[in-house]
């Protein structure tokens, strides 16, 4: 990999091809961060990484995690500010990621990680586990959040599942919002897990990355005791707790979702009918309220959807 103290520019492909390997595209990201990196840090931090990179590409343990401890002292941390075609080469180099929250120091963090050398997942995992098990709220985001960038990604479920029942609320941030690592890899019991958990944490499901690709029939019960637990506990049922029922509602949800659009506030009725509208379920019921042709005008109108009825919930 190109040393961070090298002043050649980096050039990016504009898409990886389908065929290439997994060594390919890491390389390609580690390429992307450090083109961030050379172009928002100071010459002592990038001369700094430069050292620090020779040393864990050769395998120094230490050296790695002495360095990933020291990172934001070296680099500070402060926001990337990608523009608009940066964030398109990270789209491109690898599809949804989605780094336009992340910081310097996050950046730098993963760029590390990924010149440790290694031909087998558990060559990795043998600097990945101490830096998890050891690691403080920053260096946790940084982890999570690098997941989808990280090879052998069938090694890393058990940590991704370990995550989502962290009680750090940026910690859970980093793993459901903005990140396909738990869409693309974790099997439907995990995947309704964090769905419930980011429920009952009060943050808006608009965040999660392919949200509405991983519903199944599972989840529905799960969120119909949800919602009757919050009732019967007198807390409000979340807005979108509806959202991943779509396309598989039983009775049991239609029947609560018809109650919710006769007799719903206005905000219920909304989530009720988007849920019902979108599974192309309740037709002839959808007739029956007053205000069901008004909630079709705005949906049909374009001034209905789950982003603007529970926008993305601000960290």
Known sequence: MNSIADSTPTVIPSCLPKT????????????????????????????????????????????????????????????????????????????????????????????????WPHRTAEELLSVLDPLFNA?????????????????????????????????????????????PFPAENLCNNSWNQLVLKTLFNDISLSGIWAVDQRNNPELVDMLLDFAEERQAAGRQVPLDLWRPMVRFLNSRATHKLQQLLESGTPDQQRAAFLTLVESNSGTIALDGPASASSLRNEWETGKLNWELLVPRTVS
């Not at 401890?69 to 989605?98: F, I, M």
Request: aromatic content about 8%; proline content about 5%; hydrophobic content about 35%.
């Open 135 to 179: 690691g403080e709220v920053r260096e946790l985001v940084a982890l999570y959040s690098a997941l989808p960038l990280l090879p052998y990604p069938e090694a890393h479920q058990q940590r991704c599942e370990e995550g989502i029942r962290s009680n750090i609320r940026s910690v859970l941030f980093a793993i459901v919002y903005d990140n």
């Open 20 to 115: 290439s390997s997994t060594t390919e595209r890491t390389e390609q990201i580690a390429h992307v961060l450090e083109t961030w990196l050379r172009t928002r840090l100071e010459t002592s931090a990038i001369e700094w990484l430069a050292g620090q990179s020779e040393k864990v590409s050769q395998g120094d343990r230490k050296g790695l995690f002495l360095s990933f401890g020291l990172v934001p002292r070296k680099t500070g941390k402060s926001d990337l500010n990608l523009t608009p075609e940066e964030l398109q080469t990270a789209h491109k180099v690898r599809p949804g990621w989605h780094p336009e929250a992340w910081s310097v120091d996050q950046a730098a963090r993963t760029w590390l990680i990924l010149q």
